[in-house]
């Protein structure tokens, strides 16, 4: 098991699957939230779902909550209420819409972190996956100026930090969904192969 927390970040709004897509069913399970969240506790002692508001899921999790004072949809906003609730000095963070990231890549990212970055992150043949990686709290500071600066790009914060990418080869696992092609593709994943 890993001690570091995971969180999985499922607070979008989901404007290009034009429905949430942290709710929608995904293997057996009614949500894809709760299909990540149960198969993340098997590898992880502590999982947290980011999120708006816990009341959008109908099952028993830890929750951290955006704070509602702040107005913004993007991952700014979970990484900050993860610093302010967790006690650690770094967490997983994993977007809910990539179903297929699994327990050899997680761990290649966790052996290979070192407390002295600010961050260990996936990269792919088609680039960074920020949504994949472990964040350090030296970042907290850094993700309170991107609230202020309204500048929310992930991948300009982590080329100014010092960050240690990890490649893997294969992109299959890092697909995500972003669009409702995607999702089809990911159901038709489940089918033919072992995840
Ligand atoms: N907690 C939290 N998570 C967020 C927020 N905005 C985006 N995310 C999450 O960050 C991850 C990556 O974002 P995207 O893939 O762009 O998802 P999205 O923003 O819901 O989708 P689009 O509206 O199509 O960009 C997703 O898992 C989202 O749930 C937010 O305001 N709060
Ligand atoms: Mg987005």
Same mark, same amino acid.
């Given at each position: 098991?890993?001690?570091?927390?995971?969180?999985?970040?499922?607070?979008?709004?989901?404007?290009?699957?034009?429905?949430?897509? %942290?709710?929608?069913?995904?293997?057996?399970?009614?949500?894809?939230?709760?299909?990540?969240?149960?198969?993340?506790?098997?590898?992880?002692?502590?999982?947290?779902?980011?999120?708006?508001?816990?009341?959008?899921?109908?099952?028993?999790?830890?929750?951290?909550?955006?704070?509602? %004072?702040?107005?913004?949809? %993007?991952?700014?906003?979970?990484?900050?209420?993860?610093?302010?609730?967790?006690?650690?000095?770094?967490?997983?963070?994993?977007?809910?819409?990539?179903?297929?990231?699994?327990?050899?890549?997680?761990?290649?990212?966790?052996?290979?972190?070192?407390?002295?970055?600010?961050?260990?992150?996936?990269?792919?043949?088609?680039?960074?996956?920020?949504?994949?990686?472990?964040?350090?709290?030296?970042?907290?500071?850094?993700?309170?100026?991107?609230?202020?600066?309204?500048?929310?790009?992930?991948?300009?914060?982590?080329?100014?930090?010092?960050?240690?990418?990890?490649?893997?080869?294969?992109?299959?696992?890092?697909?995500?969904?972003?669009?409702?092609?995607?999702?089809?593709?990911?159901?038709?994943?489940?089918?033919?192969?072992?995840?």
């Amino acid at each position: 098991m890993f001690d570091i927390p995971c969180v999985i970040f499922a607070g979008g709004k989901s404007s290009r699957m034009g429905e949430d897509k %942290a709710l929608l069913p995904f293997a057996s399970y009614k949500t894809l939230t709760e299909y990540q969240y149960t198969r993340l506790s098997k590898f992880f002692t502590n999982v947290y779902i980011s999120c708006k508001n816990s009341k959008n899921f109908d099952f028993s999790a830890q929750f951290i909550e955006d704070n509602k %004072a702040v107005k913004l949809f %993007a991952p700014t906003a979970g990484f900050l209420a993860a610093f302010k609730t967790l006690n650690t000095d770094a967490f997983f963070a994993l977007s809910v819409d990539a179903p297929f990231v699994d327990e050899i890549i997680i761990s290649k990212l966790i052996h290979a972190d070192d407390p002295a970055v600010d961050a260990t992150i996936a990269r792919t043949p088609e680039g960074l996956q920020p949504l994949c990686g472990i964040y350090h709290r030296s970042l907290e500071n850094e993700f309170q100026k991107m609230l202020e600066e309204e500048n929310h790009k992930l991948g300009y914060l982590l080329k100014n930090a010092h960050t240690n990418t990890i490649t893997f080869h294969d992109t299959t696992p890092f697909l995500n969904m972003n669009h409702p092609d995607d999702y089809k593709k990911a159901l038709q994943l489940l089918k033919t192969s072992n995840y």
